[in-house]
Every structure is written in C-alpha cells, then in structure tokens.
C-alpha cells in the first residue's frame, strides 16, 4: 500500500493512491462500516482509521490491514479520487523525530575524505523541513551552497526502545525517499552541522510512504539522483555502512522510537560540495531522486527572499 497525505481544499488528510487514483482512508472506512450496518460507524473509523497519517500509524498492524479493507471497498463502489484533482503532500507531516544518519555509504565516505565510522554519525532535522513531492525546494539568500542528498528512508511503526536487529522490520511501518538538502556554507561554520540541515523546505519527502509488505528486502534498491536530468548520485541501498537493522536497535538503545519518526539512511556518493569543481543547486533546477520499488521524489529549487530579519536589541 502506498500510503499519501493529500490536501484537498483547505484540508489534508491521510489517503492512499492506487493507479493515480487518490482514496481518502477515513472516509472510504466510515462508507465500508456503514454498508455492513455498523451502528457506530465514525467513531470506529477514528479509532482504527484515523484521517491523519501518523495516527494511522500509531494504530499498528491492525489499522493498516483495516485501511487495505478500505482501500479494496473504495475500489469497488468507485470512491477514489483522481489524483489531479488533489495536491500530494509528505507522507508525514509532524513526525515526532526526523534522525538522519551521515556518512553512511562507503563511496560517499571516500568522497569526503573519511574513514568507515565505529558507530552512525546521527544528527536531526526538524519538522519545518518537511515539504512534499509537489513543492518547490526554497533558495533563501542566506546561502551560497545549497547542495543535494538522496536518502532512502524508512518509518517507524510501532514504539521501540531496545529492539534486537532480528526483531528490527517488526517496527518498520515501510519506506519512502527523502532529498536531505544542505546548505554546506551554514553545515561548516561550526562543528556542528545542524544549522546547515535545517533550513525550512529543506527536506523534500514522498511522494508516499511503501508499506513494508510490498519491500521484502529493503538493503537491495537502486538509488540515484538527478539534477536537470544530469546523473549526479548512483547505487545501492546493499553499500549502506549501517542498515535498517542496525540503526533500529542502535537508535532504539539511545532514545524511544516513536509511531512516525523519519530515519533517513545517508547519501551515497556525488554531492556538489565533493565535486571537482564544486556545484551547487540554482534557481530553476529540478532534482529527481529515484529508488527502486518506491519511485520518484522531483522538486524545482526556487529562490526566495529572506523570510526572517532579525534586528538586535543590543545598542
């Protein structure tokens, strides 16, 4: 199941698409549970399939195979959308955490001059990052050297804390493909790279989640990127350093993984800011990530003027 937010009007809510059809899931639930004569219908609806997509996942395996129920009934009494009629959005919204993991394929660490890390190089990104396949990614003037990432990513399905790695899928919901953009100027004024990581728009997601039903094997997909139709990155989810496995039990023995936390994986090689000479992402380009049995994540970068100034109160 490939499972979308999608704004209709002023309202977005959790669906999923089929065939470029668009099924709203809440809805197409509430109509199932009507047919079959269940008296309290919506509110049974809610509880199992929520309109909002990180609830839907807190419900767990259960919800998901209710919203497979919703989407094969959709499907029959023809209640789905067509999906031009509708603005895709990330396929989560507010997650509680975003982790991103650096430094995580071994061409991409030769790259930047490094040795194999012991341990994940983790780092966070915020959810004023998030924006969705049908966005532009902004260009703010604060940086010169706005580069590209292609992060296969997984989501969080059910709360983990101290998971073993063979238990690790369990706590996957699925799969989706996330641009970790960076503005390398900001990422190297201090040791730290969160100031570079956090840009708002600066993480591109969709365009849908996978179920992880559909992804057996998720250490054996291509990925590659694009700029203008220029190949940029190029490999394999198999030359991760640290795979879904590890990073659910490392990560899960730091903090509690919750419903709806974003991990992404790294970035292989063929970063702008590793070229020779260096490229960085202007006004007008489209970035096109793809990755085998997820799809297309495609954005247009767009420069916008500065959206904060900040006067000092120091005279």
């Not at 496995?245 to 970063?271: A, K, N, R």
Request: proline share 6%.
């Amino acid at each position: 199941m490939k499972i979308i937010n999608y704004r209709l009007g002023d309202a977005v809510r959790a669906g999923c698409i089929v065939d470029n059809q668009v099924i709203d899931l809440h809805q197409a639930y509430v109509a199932r549970l009507r047919a079959e004569g269940c008296p309290r219908a919506e509110q049974l609806a809610a509880a199992l399939v929520p309109s909002n997509t990180i609830e839907l996942l807190e419900g767990g395996e259960k919800s998901l195979e209710e919203a497979q129920k919703a989407v094969e009934f959709a499907l029959e009494n023809g209640l789905a959308i067509d999906r031009a009629s509708v603005k895709i959005e990330a396929p989560v919204l507010k997650p509680n955490k975003i982790i991103c993991v650096g430094h995580n394929y071994r061409e991409h660490i030769l790259e930047m001059k490094r040795e194999l890390p012991e341990y994940p190089v983790i780092f966070a990104k915020f959810s004023n990052t998030i924006i969705g396949p049908e966005d532009d990614i902004p260009l703010p003037p604060i940086t010169n050297q706005l580069d590209y990432e292609a992060e296969f990513a997984f989501v969080i399905g059910k709360r983990a804390r101290n998971v073993k790695q063979a238990e690790a899928l369990e706590y996957v919901a699925g799969y989706t493909i996330v641009n970790d953009v960076t503005a390398r100027d900001l990422q190297r004024r201090t040791i730290q790279w969160l100031q570079g990581k956090t840009l708002d728009g600066s993480a591109p997601m969709g365009p849908w989640l996978v179920t992880k039903d559909e992804i057996p094997n998720p250490h054996s997909l291509d990925i590659s990127l694009t700029v203008n139709g220029e190949e940029r990155q190029r490999s394999n989810t198999r030359n991760l350093v640290f795979n879904v496995h590890y990073l659910v039990e490392f990560l899960s023995h730091i903090m509690t993984l919750e419903p709806g936390d974003v991990i992404c994986t790294g970035t292989p090689g063929g970063v702008g800011v590793a070229r020779n000479p260096q490229v960085f992402l202007q006004h007008g380009d489209v970035v096109r990530i793809e990755v085998e049995s997820i799809g297309v994540l495609e954005n247009r970068v767009a420069a916008v003027p500065s959206q904060v100034e900040v006067e000092s109160s120091c005279r």
